[in-house]
């Protein structure tokens, strides 16, 4: 007997032991029992090695799972392939944090040392979000868990180097890059933060050599980079400045003469139309010195601070970059060249693990050829074989992609693949995919020393999706072609370049094939109000915390049936309390059923019944499974949830449960039929629900199963099939009686609400104009119409007594006197009322769409929610307005 409450915590863990111990999550390579399975393939995005679960993943992994289970069900070969990446600068920051705290450091350890310490604190601390991940019930193969740094990942990282670098598309040049000068290392786009933050423009005159008292002004929010500036630009077409270009300026402090050159990047809209030139500080610098051959000072070392150049002064040599910034203000000040200071508001770059200010800054670096691996990348999505879901991305895909810029792959660490290149004494370069192969390039007696750099983050997850499979070992082959393309990727919008664009550029280079067919982009998840979640707001939701709350079903619920193509997730608590409540409407119900006897028969055959309301519910199993299926092809996760969560709670246990209660109550012909078909349409349910909320589902068909069969145990819903209904069809009869009746009762229901009937009065109902099918339909439902709608008596009549209330439907008029029941003037005065009330609620909503700042400025999810509930507003009234003309 299942217990009176439903209590999550109880059954989660236990099912999932379960689920682990039956191996059920397996992919089975030789096509499974009956070999002929069709294989399915999604590649989990593997989360970083020193990550928690937060609400991105949890959406990610229920989106994930949901498709995982579903194809498993439906007779696929399905690998849902997981593992953990090895993230380069996290996982050295965390463990340099902690010998930070022991009082010692990497550089104390040496190289060797401080990789088995990072290998040690995986092993014992890493991979904290597989545990929370099997809390929220996914359920990929995890004997198949792959790491980016482990032997078979790594081999394949090595070899993709190699062969990259003999094709000519790896190589080293000297560029800008991001340098975070705490970390001492180059980092991607993605680990840099912009914060927006008060500053100072400086505007600073630079004396134009050969002319008194002539200057040319421009403005800086960095004086320190002025001592590498080697140009000043103007806009060619600038009247101002005309004369100028080709003139030089001496530049400040260092005394160094640059030419004033043209070009359009200097904007003549923008402070005086003239911008220095710092072609090693600033990456829109670089482009303009590359474009002019213009000298490359780098001015700053490592750590930021002034490099002993020979033409900085001395006294700036060894300064931090702000302690410079405020001796070069003050000099100038002195010198009189510092014409304005201004206050502003601007964007600083910000390093996302060090949280201090990052450098433009021109070194030695390894880059890939990007431009040459996205062509075909390009190409991939241009003729369909991948598509993006919304497709609107392949806009964004295409904007980077036709701009990219070489790819810089080298980091600073020691956590990491090391690249495998090796130099000689002079410098020289050997690549090769061990030492002994660079040995036998350069020779026996050459003294060679590796690289010390490791490669981006990013370079191996670009693999994933046929390095994970075990290529290049060729004992992998087989894995390789069965599961190689995958049939969709999901991931979030924030990652599109980084991994999505750079794992089709790999996978069509080493594979000649896409990586996945399909590639779906979920949205944000934000908080309630529509804000982005974050710890500096305070509105950050912990989806472990909810687990303990509500249990896993009903957080994993409200993400999906919240996950609407391209628009952001509002989540609020009350939401996934309402799904909790769905779970526990879902558990009483099978309970009901439960105490009532409600198993399908061994021999029940659902095309058999002959009692209406049976056959209207059976067809209706067959639309709610049509929905889900539709709505998962096309990716619409929110449709095919709202499909199953609509079925349940309303078509099945708020109105069949309640149509067909009296008859399992006494001796009615319909008993055995009706407990047959309850119990068939609960099992189905279970079943169609069992992606969307797996706990519970598996909790009561396994509990059914006990009942019905006297202990004997059903195989795990986990594994149970799809249902196919193919042998079923939908009595176009049983659905438009039970459609009629729903109508009837629903408007019963509205006026009573609308007129404040008080739900123990129970109302006569007059019927007019109801033609003969009309008549029969209320004689063959009295019972049910009375009780539902809780009328007194139902008869039918010529007129229309005073104080009734009417509504029509179809072409029949309901009537329900209620003037013995009402206070008729009271009931006016609080129409009106509430009427008024929502004319001043629309009054506000309308004056700020009205407001073209609070439309321009307001993000867009506020203006339109102020839509929706102008649309609520009116409505409630036009309903209420309704109700108060007819009082």
């Not at 043209?262 to 500080?281: L, M, N, R």
Request: hydrophobic share 40%.
């Amino acid at each position: 007997m299942l217990d009176k409450t439903f209590d999550p915590k109880a059954i989660e863990e236990k099912h999932y032991s379960k689920w682990e111990s039956a191996d059920a999550f397996a992919c089975a390579p030789d096509g499974g029992k009956e070999g002929d399975k069709k294989p399915w393939t999604i590649m989990m995005p593997p989360p970083n090695v020193t990550g928690s679960l937060h609400m991105g993943h949890a959406l990610n992994t229920t989106l994930q799972d949901i498709l995982t289970r579903y194809n498993r069900m439906n007779g696929r070969d399905a690998l849902w392939q997981p593992g953990l990446d090895h993230a380069g600068i996290a996982t050295q920051a965390v463990v340099e944090k902690q010998l930070d705290a022991e009082g010692t450091s990497r550089h104390d350890m040496g190289r060797e040392g401080f990789v088995n310490r990072v290998w040690n604190w995986k092993a014992e601390s890493g991979g904290t979000i597989i545990g929370q991940m099997k809390r929220l019930g996914a359920t990929p193969d995890w004997s198949r868990e792959r790491f980016t740094m482990d032997e078979g990942l790594s081999r394949a990282v090595t070899k993709v180097f190699v062969q990259l670098h003999k094709e000519g598309l790896i190589y080293k040049d000297k560029r800008l890059v991001n340098w975070d000068p705490k970390l001492g290392t180059t980092i991607s786009d993605i680990e840099v933060e912009q914060k927006e933050q008060k500053g100072q423009m400086w505007h600073i005159r630079y004396p134009i050599e050969g002319a008194t008292a002539e200057y040319i002004t421009i403005a800086t929010t960095r004086p320190e980079t002025m001592l590498g500036d080697t140009a000043i630009a103007v806009h060619p077409d600038d009247e101002r400045y005309k004369d100028m270009i080709g003139k030089t300026v001496n530049v400040p402090i260092v005394n160094r003469l640059i030419p004033i050159i043209a070009d359009e990047y200097a904007d003549p809209e923008q402070g005086s139309g003239a911008v220095k030139i710092t072609p090693a500080h600033d990456f829109n610098d670089f482009e303009v010195g590359k474009r002019h051959d213009l000298p490359m000072i780098n001015v700053l070392d490592t750590k930021a601070k002034i490099a002993a150049l020979e033409d900085i002064p001395t006294e700036y040599h060894g300064l931090d970059r702000y302690e410079a910034r405020k001796r070069l203000v003050k000099e100038l000040d002195e010198m009189d060249l510092l014409a304005q200071v201004e206050t502003i508001k601007n964007s600083i770059p910000y390093g996302s693990r060090s949280d201090v200010v990052i450098e433009p800054y021109l070194t030695d670096q390894w880059y890939v050829d990007a431009e040459t691996l996205a062509k075909p990348a390009i190409e991939a999505v241009e003729s369909g074989k991948a598509k993006f879901v919304p497709d609107n991305w392949k806009n964004t895909y295409f904007e980077w992609m036709r701009n990219i810029q070489p790819w810089c792959i080298s980091r600073q660490l020691w956590w990491g693949h090391q690249i495998p290149a090796w130099y000689d004494e002079d410098g020289a370069v050997y690549v090769a995919e061990s030492e002994e192969e660079a040995r036998a390039q350069a020779g026996p007696d050459v003294q060679l020393t590796r690289d010390p750099d490791v490669l981006d983050t990013w370079f191996s997850s670009a693999l994933w999706p046929f390095s994970t499979l075990g290529w290049p070992d060729e004992s992998a082959k087989d894995m390789v072609d069965r599961y190689y393309p995958g049939d969709v990727l999901i991931t979030g919008f924030d990652i599109i370049f980084f991994w999505v664009a750079r794992m089709m550029m790999m996978g069509l280079h080493f594979m000649d094939d896409v990586p996945f067919h399909t590639v779906y982009m979920h949205a944000l998840v934000r908080d309630s109000s529509g804000q982005k979640m974050s710890k500096s707001k305070g509105n950050v939701m912990d989806p472990l915390t909810l687990i303990d709350k509500y249990g896993a079903d009903a957080v994993r619920f409200t993400l999906t049936a919240m996950a609407a193509q391209g628009r952001d997730l509002r989540l609020a608590e009350e939401r996934i309390e309402g799904y909790r409540n769905f779970a526990t409407k879902l558990w009483n119900a099978s309970r009901y059923c439960e105490m009532n006897e409600c198993f399908a028969a061994a021999d029940f055959d659902p095309a058999s019944v002959t009692y209406t309301p049976n056959q209207w519910i059976i067809g209706e199993v067959m639309v709610a499974k049509t929905a889900i299926d539709d709505a998962l092809a096309a990716y619409k996760f929110n449709e095919a949830a709202n499909a199953i969560y609509q079925f349940t709670r309303g078509t099945f246990c708020d109105w069949y449960l309640e149509f067909t209660k009296p008859l399992l109550q006494e001796d009615s012909d319909h008993k055995a039929e009706i407990r047959s078909t309850t119990g068939w349409v609960l099992d189905q349910i279970l079943i169609l629900l069992n992606p969307f909320m797996p706990f519970i589902t598996e909790e009561l068909y396994e509990a059914r199963a006990q009942e019905e069969k006297e202990g004997a145990e059903r195989p795990l819903l986990l594994q149970t099939a799809w249902p196919n209904y193919d042998h079923l069809g939908v009595d176009e009869g049983a659905t438009e009686k039970m459609t009629w009746l729903i109508r009837i009762i629903s408007e019963i229901r509205s006026v009573r609400a609308d007129m404040n009937v008080p739900a123990g009065a129970k109302v006569q109902l007059l019927v007019k104009d109801a033609c003969d099918q009309t008549q029969e339909g209320f004689e063959a439902y009295d019972e049910i119409l009375k009780r539902m709608g809780r009328l007194e008596s139902i008869a039918m009549t010529g007129d229309v007594p005073a104080g009734s209330i009417q509504v029509i439907v179809d072409k029949t008029t309901l009537i329900m006197p209620v003037a013995d029941i009402i206070d008729l003037d009271k009931e006016r005065t609080r129409l009106a009322k509430e009427i008024d009330r929502l004319d001043a609620e629309i009054k506000k909503v309308d004056q700020n769409l009205a407001n073209k700042k609070f439309v321009a400025n307001a993000p867009e999810e506020v203006v339109e929610e102020q839509h929706s509930r102008k649309a609520e507003f009116l409505g409630t009234k036009e309903k209420l307005a309704s109700a108060l003309n007819q009082l």
